[in-house]
């Protein structure tokens, strides 16, 4: 895949690099302070943590763990749904007990002869639309657990596919917080380091409840002394629409520090984004880039987790949108072959599916590329194999937390 590509591939060929160059010194804690000003992506996107998320069968049980950096940072209020919620409930019941207080008054009027008869015929024969309202109540609780749900609106945007889906959420939710892969990246056959992704506790993007997806890329000790990467990335998606608010990237490389901020306004259909990168022996390099996003767009690491929310078959074909760095993309995922396949952790039935990219309404090559995802509703990623000019990258799952 596209993001895959840029992530992995690029990890590995800088590694490999750093055999024929010789490296230059380079002050790493003094590059990152020159490229951590980000104040003008922060005056945009607030992200704050959210202290007790809420438990549901959606968003899993919360774990411990760290925030991210930039979590932290972006933090200036906690939110407090349950006082929210408290507050709300209050209000209605009072609202309740101000409408149930003429009763009184009406009992102490005696009915008539005629009133009473009317209400002994009534419990007798009861109307037809109260003798309906439990068939149906009983017919969508059927409905409910085949997993039948009617949308409430048609499937936006229509190039996507709809099954599974009732409106833009999906029926079966496939990803948990606390959720962990692990893959061993290898080239040639040697480990060159590990690409871990992880789902993080919910978060608050400019108030609206959101998923925090986070990648890390490692180098392995080996390749470390030739070149070292320490790079993660995070994506934090919209928990209602699955859309990306935003996602950074922090760049730590024996070459390079970077800090990358990018801004998905989907009112206005424009996409933002911040770029900070210090090299040795070069000025810090900073530009901003504005371009028109197309409708119900992702980014390149919302992508990979919002694949998993598409019912998979061998011969369908999943398209997606997707923005990058003022370019817009349709991704084409098909669905080749259902594979098993053993791994260090496990035995996994999988369906193989491999992509392919029209950018901007042209057809890019971009090799050959392929993800292999388990066939079943959570349809984690455990393995991906990306061909270079030369050889191959191969990522292979090593550690998985449901």
């Keep these: 895949m596209f993001w895959m590509k840029s992530l992995l591939s690029l990890t590995v060929l800088f590694c490999f690099s750093g055999l024929l160059v010789s490296c230059a010194t380079f002050d790493e804690e003094k590059a990152a302070q020159q490229v951590e000003d980000t104040s003008e992506f922060e005056d945009v996107v607030k992200i704050e943590t959210i202290e007790e998320p809420e438990e549901s069968a959606d968003q899993g049980s919360p774990v411990e763990g760290k925030q991210s950096p930039a979590t932290k940072k972006n933090s200036s209020k906690k939110a407090t749904p349950k006082k929210n ?18 009763k009184p008054e009406k009992a102490s009027t005696p009915p ?32 409910s657990k085949k997993g039948v749900k009617q949308a409430k609106t048609p499937r936006q945007p229509p190039l996507e596919d709809s099954e599974g889906f009732d409106g833009r959420r999906p029926i079966e939710q496939p990803y948990d917080v ?50 070292k990467v320490d790079d993660v990335a995070e994506t934090f998606v919209d928990y209602e629409t699955l859309l990306p608010h935003s996602y950074e990237i922090h760049v730590k490389e024996s070459k390079q520090v970077r800090e990358t901020r990018t801004y998905f306004d989907h009112k206005k259909l424009v996409a933002t984004m911040w770029d900070n990168k210090k090299r040795p022996d070069k000025e810090l390099e900073k530009k901003k880039i504005k371009w028109d996003l197309e409708a119900y767009s992702q980014n390149v690491f ?32 098909k669905v080749i072959r259902r594979e098993t396949i ?31 995802l388990t066939a079943d509703d ?25």
């Design 85 to 102: 919620t408290s507050k709300k409930t209050t209000n209605s019941q009072q609202v309740s007990k101000d409408k149930k207080s003429p």
């Design 112 to 143: 008539t002869k005629k009133n009473s008869a009317k209400k002994n015929s009534a419990k007798k024969n009861p109307a037809p639309k109260k003798q309906q309202k439990p068939e149906a109540t009983a017919s969508k609780e059927k409905d």
């Design 178 to 227: 606390g959720e962990t892969i692990v893959l061993g990246i290898s080239y040639f056959g040697v480990e060159a380091g590990k690409f871990t992704m992880k789902v993080m506790p919910m978060v608050q993007v400019n108030g609206k409840k959101s998923y925090h997806f986070r990648y890390i890329i490692k180098t392995s000790p080996l390749f470390s002394v030739f070149y």
């Design 302 to 333: 919302s992508a990979a987790y919002y694949l998993r929310n598409f019912t998979l078959k061998v011969g369908k074909e999943l398209k997606v949108r997707v923005g990058h760095e003022g370019k817009n993309i349709e991704m084409t995922a």
């Design 342 to 372: 053993y791994t260090d952790a496990g035995k996994f039935d999988t369906f193989v599916v491999k992509p392919k990219f029209d950018i901007d309404g042209k057809f890019k090559p971009t090799g050959e590329n392929y993800l292999w």
């Design 378 to 402: 959570k349809k984690f990623i455990v393995r991906l194999e990306s061909k270079i000019k030369i050889g191959s990258i191969v990522g292979e799952v090593q550690k998985l937390k449901p």
